[in-house]
């Protein structure tokens, strides 16, 4: 950081902070290009994400948003300078929420684009929106999942046991609500998802579609997906492994919550279908990007197309689970891998986790300086050195999670 303290574009990034954090509007706007742009990320509470065009929507639209229900500071940690101009600014936001008094303690990071006189043109701002979301948002009483993180496993157990755990708009805004806590507890270290009743989930709640006697449903998939698809995005992107219990039928939408794990155990005579081409929709929980990469291109086609069903069995031997056992110790086998799994490295399950995600995308050059840079995050924790020095004297390391 010494190397650019003398950088005006560090200079006038400073300026900025320190008034936004004074409410100093007269500077922020001579500090910004009149045709700045801001793009905030998608998905912070109170509409405050998006584009923002012109320094009155930035500061209306989010900045005074920001401080009218946040008593909260960014704290610049590293300035790096980026070879096109830009800068990538990098820190966290700490604070409370207003209306909950919940702490704030969110990463970010700021690219500043400047034009030719030096002014702010664009800003991007990436940020944990999900922590956001839990500081600020009052829970709701959760009708449809029993929620609880205990021993550093949190459990999320769908809880419509005479539905089969059928997903309504209910159970995706629950899905969505727990993921969000999940996100923002750090005292859960590790996932556990499961479904009371005679399955983990039917899919979609014929019964809910229904309702009100429609005879279109487009307008309402649209209105369940959002948060249903936020969830499972939220959930793959956790610092902490997820293992599923499977049983009974799961299919459409409620395979969801299979493809969101790291691993999935699955009672005896569980049965996996997609179910869509019979109810003549196309499919949703991210099965389409999912199902390909576990068990083939030809036989998602056929799962999908031909509404094959996948008997346990052939999920484990395609790579849809990893382990069957009888119905009476599902739960009890599940708990337990999630127990040990809450007490691992938990900073090396979180950097695992999103290497594996990664390698889909990258090359394997790229793969093997991201393995690399995660070995030196991985390599400072308390965690690896405990390990390191207890393999040395041939004793069982005990991991904190840090």
């Not at 008094?101 to 400047?114: V, W, Y």
């Not at 956001?132 to 829970?139: D, F, G, I, L």
Request: charge should be negative.
């Amino acid at each position: 950081m010494s190397d650019v303290l003398g950088d005006a574009r560090v200079v006038a990034v400073q300026r900025l902070y320190h008034a936004l954090a004074a409410g100093d509007r007269e500077t922020i706007e001579a500090l910004l290009h009149p045709e700045f742009v801001g793009h905030a990320a998608q998905g912070l509470p109170l509409d405050m994400g998006g584009r923002h065009v012109g320094a009155d929507s930035m500061c209306t639209n989010l900045w005074w948003r920001i401080g009218r229900h946040f008593s909260v500071r960014a704290v610049a940690g590293d300035f790096q300078p980026c070879g096109d101009g830009r800068l990538m600014v990098t820190g966290r936001y700490r604070g409370t929420a207003r209306s909950t008094g919940r702490e704030l303690d969110a990463e970010f990071i700021h690219l500043f684009a400047f034009a030719p006189d030096g002014r702010i043109s664009t800003l991007h701002q990436l940020t944990d929106t999900a922590v956001w979301c839990a500081a600020v948002e009052e829970p709701s009483r959760l009708e449809t999942i029993d929620y609880r993180v205990d021993g550093g496993v949190a459990t999320i157990c769908l809880n419509r046991p005479d539905d089969r755990n059928a997903i309504d708009l209910r159970v995706a805004r629950e899905t969505l609500e727990v993921a969000r806590l999940i996100a923002a507890d750090d005292t859960a270290r590790s996932v556990l998802i499961c479904g009371d009743g005679p399955s983990l989930s039917v899919g979609g709640d014929i019964g809910f579609f229904l309702e009100g006697g429609r005879d279109r449903f487009g307008d309402l998939f649209v209105e369940m997906t959002p948060p249903f698809h936020q969830a499972f995005a939220i959930l793959s992107g956790l610092d902490v492994p997820i293992v599923t219990a499977a049983h009974g039928a799961v299919a459409g939408g409620g395979l969801g919550y299979v493809y969101a794990a790291d691993l999935v155990i699955a009672a005896e005579g569980t049965r996996f279908v997609t179910a869509f081409a019979g109810l003549g929709v196309s499919g949703d929980g991210g099965g389409t990007w999912h199902l390909p990469r576990l068990i083939g291109a030809r036989r998602a086609a056929a799962v999908y197309l031909r509404n094959t069903p996948i008997s346990a069995e052939e999920a484990l031997d395609w790579g849809l689970i990893n382990e069957i056992v009888p119905g009476e110790q599902l739960r009890q086998r599940a708990v337990a891998v999630a127990v040990e799994l809450a007490h691992g490295p938990t900073k090396a399950f979180a950097t695992m986790r999103r290497l594996l995600r990664e390698s889909w995308h990258n090359d394997l050059p790229t793969q093997l300086v991201a393995e690399t840079q995660g070995l030196r995050l991985t390599g400072d924790t308390a965690d690896a050195a405990a390990a390191i020095a207890a393999f040395a004297v041939k004793t069982r390391p005990e991991f904190t999670g840090r």
